[in-house]
């Protein structure tokens, strides 16, 4: 028997992310009423697994490494998430990241979980082949912790192509040389000569620049001439604002973890990744442009901010100050509780990140499909796919925030968790 109840409060010990993600979801869920049993599942995690792993460096000295991979939720499928090279890494950034990617996959329609992890390591102190005994030894402490049916982890923040295609290698050379092949989507976003798809490197950014322009469909409003700013200037960040570009909207500012640039004339978006490739990875210094404080930033005039860095960046003491109309949130997180409910009072609509940013995930899907099922799939076909699963997706939300009066992302949480209610309904509790 389905039974009801009130919303379940956050734990008060819970701090951070995982406090804002709680709040999120239990406000999604009071809303549809969701089956309390079902709440208390999803309210938790599955596993939480913390490995500390010991690397011998260039100069002989062995540091101990910290690694994290959490796995929330797979009444869908397996789990599925990134792994980021971050010092904010830690057990709870990894727990509301993997009930994130839960809401994520749900809502586009993806048979997967969610997961998260990564290692808590500031990546720039580190040689390449350094990092290649890191992301190896990891790998092989992981061991049968992922697995290409069970947990599927890809790129996230400061890992990349390389660093998959190192796991893949090394997870697939702990199976028997009979084997070995069928395990190579044990992990997404590796390079296209090592079973990457074509599109995976963009496809984050697309998403952000589709449903940003969904979104101004909707509102019969043309991209040309929006000025929009940028928080982190990474593949996500660089690929949204080259779309968004070509389209005809003017970049006008940029913050990464340096500096933060302003230019209201605009910023020539590939003129800037030409010279970050050649500056450390940074905007500072960038030739005509102004450089402002970093707590000025998410205040500049602009039309549509695209915050792309960390989670917890717009706050109850930044999100006053915003001018926009738009907020896309192209990180997992960027907007806290407390800093959008003032946005949306001050009339700011949102674009939620397990919408906004979920091309990623979609480009996963499509290579881990490839490589399952041997085949060979084009950049053309893969973004016309990924184009066409985030309109649906998008409507869903947007039809379904006009139907119930409500933001996105509590329509666009609603929907998700509706899903996987309907799996637990129908499947039951074991045992």
């Known amino acids: 028997m389905i039974t009801k109840d009130i919303q379940l409060p956050v734990k008060k010990t819970e701090t951070g992310m995982v406090a804002n993600v709680l709040e999120q979801f239990n406000k999604a869920a009071h809303h549809i009423q969701l089956n309390p049993n079902i709440q208390r599942i999803l309210n938790v995690t599955n596993n939480e697994i913390i490995i500390h792993f010991p690397v011998k460096m260039d100069n002989g000295d062995v540091e101990i490494f910290t690694g994290y991979r959490v796995q929330h939720n797979n009444a869908l499928g397996p789990y599925k998430g990134g792994l980021r090279y971050h010092e904010t890494v830690d057990i709870d950034a990894a727990k509301a990241l993997a009930m994130w990617m839960t809401w994520k996959t749900s809502l586009a329609g993806l048979p997967y979980g969610g997961a998260k992890g990564g290692i808590k ?14 992301t190896r030894r990891f790998t092989y402490a992981l061991g049968d ?141 960038f030739a005509d442009s102004k450089t402002i404080k970093k707590e000025d930033f998410f205040a500049l005039d602009c039309d549509i901010i695209i915050p792309a860095a960390l989670g917890n960046q717009i706050t109850e003491e930044n999100a006053s100050l915003i001018k926009a109309k738009l907020i896309a949130e192209g990180a997992n997180g960027p907007t806290n509780v407390s800093g959008e409910r003032i946005l949306l ?80 309904i129908q499947r039951g509790i074991f045992p």
């Not at 390591?121 to 890191?134: C, D, V």
């Not at 960040?237 to 968004?244: E, H, I």
């Not at 066409?388 to 666009?412: G, H, P, W």
């Open 121 to 134: 390591i500031n990546p720039k102190l580190y040689s390449q082949s350094e990092l290649e005994r890191i």
């Open 345 to 424: 009072a001050n009339g700011i609509e949102i674009i939620p990140d397990i919408l906004c940013n979920s091309g990623g995930v979609i480009g996963s899907y499509f290579e881990w499909l490839q490589n399952r099922n041997g085949e060979l799939w084009h950049m053309d076909e893969v973004l016309l796919k990924l184009e066409k699963t985030l309109q649906d997706s998008f409507n869903k939300v947007y039809n379904f925030a006009i139907a119930e009066d409500i933001d996105m992302r509590t329509a666009a949480y609603c929907i998700a968790i509706q899903r996987i209610e309907k799996a637990y």
């Open 145 to 285: 912790n992922i697995g290409p049916e069970h947990d599927i982890p890809a790129p996230d923040v400061n890992t990349n192509a390389q660093t998959m295609a190192w796991i893949a290698d090394t997870y697939m050379s702990t199976k028997s040389p009979s084997e070995r092949s069928t395990y190579q989507h044990v992990v997404t976003g590796k390079p296209v000569g090592s079973g990457g798809i074509e599109g995976r490197d963009r496809s984050t950014g697309y998403g952000v620049f589709l449903t940003i322009k969904l979104w101004a469909d909707k509102r019969n409003i043309s991209l040309k001439g929006q000025r929009f700013i940028v928080q982190g200037f990474g593949n996500v960040g660089y690929w949204a604002s080259y779309f968004m570009d070509q389209e005809g909207a003017i970049l006008v500012g940029v913050q990464d973890a340096f500096a933060s640039i302003y230019q209201p004339n605009g910023i020539d978006v590939n003129q800037l990744q030409s010279y970050i490739n050649h500056n450390e990875g940074s905007v500072n210094d």
